[in-house]
């Protein structure tokens, strides 16, 4: 039980920071429109866009797998840390420049490139930061987490607030969201120092290793992301604009579901790989957390059914009645998508990120099959119903593959097996001190 409080307290860390983060960076999307306007939102949307994507590719999984590594071998930090960063650097700077031809092909104009350099800047800002928070995730150091992005919120907020009282010029206002994510780059990289993580040799073969075996894992988190803008995509191919405007107000609750899910599934993650070497400790916190999350999230979900209708109808108004149905069926998918979560952050401690992928796989494909066929019928309702169906389904593909994945575990053995760890021998690991040292 000590165990459970711990990964909850590490949880809502985690997620407190980030949800501040995300409130205000909904506070300076609608500052940018009330202040400079609609087209000028929709081009920094629309770069943000693109610059986002990228960087989720460049991601790799990287910061998943660090957490992995980092968890079940925190003496190697400085071994993991520095190879990782070889690796999103080098990742990072071809997705830069991928970004820069673009650029050069569309023709943006001058004040287009200034923005667009900004927003650059910024997300690959945040996405370094977000591997420094996956190294402390890793060993149990997420109130440091909670206090960066907290203090980067003030920060944020207080710049927004001095933005709009001296009504800044667009560039300004993205110098000051930029200094921001600086600082929390900065101080992120400072605890880890605090912490005595050093930048090491180690040998290329190294890198290269964990560059391949963040990809399954970056591949399965790509399908996730697919599978939830597709949604939002696949309406937009069979309804109207009201239609999908509806859905997608509805579809933003849900969004900030899936974003809990992956920083607990973090958070879970670190907790698994320092039980990676007790099985019967590793299983039962499992179990454990899987217990609450279906303790909190079944009456939750429930009690937001029922009370969608008078939210909906308080926050966005009697023009979005059409999307009181879609909402109130999608918080059923709740439950699952936390499910899914954790069994994700099992696989992963296990090293059955496989197994993951072809869950993942079969969902995104099942997922567009339903989203078409649903949706043609019933229309955002129809689509609705499809995200609980896709979840549910990947649900009952963990539970099912689950013992199978484990017997597996089992058969193979491997060194670290023989001492009790629940990982396979998928890892390429097996002989950390003489394929970490050496050269970069």
């Known amino acids: 039980m000590t165990q459970l409080r711990t990964t909850l307290a590490s949880t809502l860390h985690v997620i407190g920071g980030e949800s501040l983060l995300r409130l205000a960076s909904v506070g300076a999307a609608v500052f940018i429109g009330r202040l400079y306007g609609a087209s000028t939102l929709g081009l920094c949307a629309t770069v943000l866009a693109v610059v986002t994507i990228a960087e989720r590719l460049a991601d790799n999984g990287l910061e998943m797998t660090g957490i992995a590594e980092i968890s079940q071998q925190p003496k190697l930090l400085d071994e993991f840390a520095t190879a990782l960063y070889i690796d999103k650097l080098a990742l990072s700077s071809i997705a830069a420049a991928i970004l820069f031809s673009i650029a050069l092909i569309i023709g943006l104009s001058p004040s287009q490139w200034s923005i667009a350099l900004l927003f650059c800047l910024r997300t690959f800002l945040y996405s370094f930061s977000r591997l420094h928070a996956g190294f402390l995730k890793a060993i149990g150091r997420t109130n440091q987490i909670a206090r960066i992005q907290s203090l980067h919120f003030v920060l944020l907020l207080l710049g927004l607030l001095a933005a709009y009282a001296i009504r800044l010029p667009l560039l300004s206002l993205l110098l000051m969201l930029v200094a921001a994510q600086s600082v929390e780059f900065l101080l992120s990289l400072l605890a880890l120092h605090r912490i005595g993580a050093r930048v090491t040799s180690v040998r290329s073969s190294f890198c290269w290793n964990l560059f391949f075996r963040s ?78 999350l279906l303790l909190l999230s079944l009456p939750s979900s429930a009690l937001a059914a029922l009370l969608a209708p008078e939210v909906i109808r308080i926050i966005l108004g009697n023009s979005f009645a059409s999307a009181v149905l879609p909402a109130a069926i999608m918080t059923l998918a709740v439950p699952f998508i936390l499910v899914n979560a954790a069994f994700l952050a099992r696989a992963i401690a296990r090293g059955a990120v496989q197994t993951s992928f072809a869950i993942y796989s079969g969902a995104a494909l099942l997922s567009l099959v339903l989203n078409f066929l649903l949706g043609r019928i019933h229309g955002a309702a129809g689509v609705a119903t499809s995200i609980v169906l896709r979840e549910a389904a990947m649900t009952f593909a963990f539970v099912r593959f689950r013992e199978s994945a484990t017997a597996a575990c089992r058969e193979s053995g491997t060194a670290r097996h023989s001492e009790g760890s629940p990982r396979s021998e998928e890892s390429l690991f097996p002989s950390f001190p003489e394929n970490v040292k050496g050269n970069s």
């Open 215 to 292: 990809s399954m894992v970056g591949a399965v988190y790509s399908l996730s992301t697919l599978m939830l803008r597709g949604d939002v995509l696949v309406l937009s191919l069979l309804a109207s604009t009201a239609v999908v405007g509806a859905f997608a107000a509805a579809n933003s609750a849900l969004v900030m579901v899936y974003v809990v899910a992956w920083l607990f599934s973090g958070v879970l993650l670190s907790d698994l790989g320092r039980l990676s070497s007790d099985q019967k400790s590793f299983d039962a916190h499992f179990r454990r957390c899987l217990v609450a």
